[in-house]
Nanobody, 115 residues
Framework: QVQLVESGGGLVQAGGSLRLSCAASGRTCSMNFMRWFRQAPGKEREFVASISWRSGNTDYADSVKGRFTISRDNAKNTMYLQMNSLKPEATAVYYC????????WGQGPQVPVSS
């Protein structure tokens, strides 16, 4: 199993920046790729970004390309999501996930973006 602990959420003004972290522990040697999803109030969970744990290849939802950056620090078993130029519609609970053959999820910090 893999345990994920997220940090960095909180209130931010529109146009501002925020960085989320996701620290993994447990069977980290089995991690294939990690990703961020978000769920806005009243909406379904949606994909934000993903990163291959080994190669570092990344993928982004069109809505965040050019403003969000996903990265990882293999030595710290930690993934990050740098969010710039935040818009009010980015208000959501942000979940980090890891795929090892099974899927594991973090607790999901809230990111309210005020207009």
């Amino acid at each position: 199993q893999v345990q994920l602990v997220e940090s960095g959420g909180g209130l931010v003004q529109a146009g501002g920046s925020l960085r989320l972290s996701c620290a993994a522990s447990g069977r980290t040697c089995s991690m294939n790729f990690m990703r961020w999803f978000r769920q806005a109030p009243g909406k379904e969970r949606e994909f934000v970004a993903s990163i291959s744990w080994r190669s570092g290849n990344t993928d982004y939802a069109d809505s965040v390309k050019g403003r969000f950056t996903i990265s990882r620090d293999n030595a710290k078993n930690t993934m990050y999501l740098q969010m710039n130029s935040l818009k009010p519609e980015a208000t959501a609970v942000y979940y980090c996930g890891v795929h090892t053959g099974a899927d594991y999820w973090g607790q999901g910090p809230q990111v309210p973006v005020s207009s």
